[in-house]
Each structure stands twice: as structure tokens, then as C-alpha cells.
């Protein structure tokens, strides 16, 4: 399967890693929306959130145990913002589910 995010976890095309566990990997977004711009994805392929099912929500308990970790090691104490797009509608850009956490800035209150 040809996943932009599946090579990066894998190493085959460089990133600025943030954090790595058994379940998720953290990197620096290419093109930041915000001071902090880091996303989060499950090292295994999933579309997107909209692929979430019983068999694999055990990562996505894993992937939100990690992010109040990748947060501090951040500096992001004083709040930021997840959010994960799905579909063409959700602009989803990348067809392999990934969180993206923003912060070091108060974010602007629309979209949501
Ligand atoms: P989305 O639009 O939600 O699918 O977000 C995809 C994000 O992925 C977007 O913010 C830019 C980021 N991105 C795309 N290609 C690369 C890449 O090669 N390296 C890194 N670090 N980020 C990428």
C-alpha cells in the first residue's frame, strides 16, 4: 500500500519525530497552522476515524494516553486543540488517521 504516513512510520521518508510507542508516532506537521502543529498516528494503517471499529479502538486508547504526554513534552501546558479530519468533506488530505495537536498560541474560537 503506497500511505505517505505508513513510510513515515516505518523511516523511509524523514520526519521530525516528537514521540514513538508501541502504538502511535508523533512528528512535526510539514506545513504548521499554529506555533505547535504536531500530528499523532497509529503506527498500524487506519483510513481515518471513520474506520474506528472494535477491533482496533485499543489504539485509539493508547494514541489519547500518549497526547497529554506529547503535550507536556511540547510545552503545552496551557491548553491546545485536537482535531482529526475525515473524508473528502472533512478534507482529509492524508488517507491515514492522524491527530493533529495545535497549540502555543490561543486559537482562534471558530471551527468549533
Ligand atoms: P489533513 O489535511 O488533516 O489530511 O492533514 C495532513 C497533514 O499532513 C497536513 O497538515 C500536512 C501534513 N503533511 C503532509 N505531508 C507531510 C509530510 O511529508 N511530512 C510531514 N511531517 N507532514 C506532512
Do not use: W
Not at 503506527?43 to 493508547?62: F, L, M, P, T, Y
Amino acid at each position: 500500500m503506497d500511505c505517505l504516513f505508513c513510510a513515515i512510520v516505518k523511516g523511509d521518508i524523514p520526519s521530525g519525530k516528537v514521540y514513538e510507542d508501541e502504538s502511535c508516532y508523533a512528528f512535526l506537521d510539514i506545513a504548521p497552522q499554529a506555533p505547535v502543529h504536531c500530528l499523532v498516528v497509529p503506527k498500524v494503517h487506519i483510513a481515518s476515524a471513520d474506520a474506528i471499529n472494535s477491533e482496533n479502538a485499543h489504539i485509539i486508547g493508547a494514541i489519547f494516553t500518549a497526547i497529554p504526554k506529547i503535550a507536556a513534552s511540547l510545552g503545552l501546558a496551557n491548553g491546545y486543540r485536537i482535531i482529526t479530519n475525515i473524508g473528502e468533506d472533512g478534507a482529509q488530505s492524508v488517507k491515514h488517521l492522524h491527530f493533529h495537536i495545535l497549540g502555543g498560541k490561543k486559537l482562534p474560537e471558530n471551527i468549533v
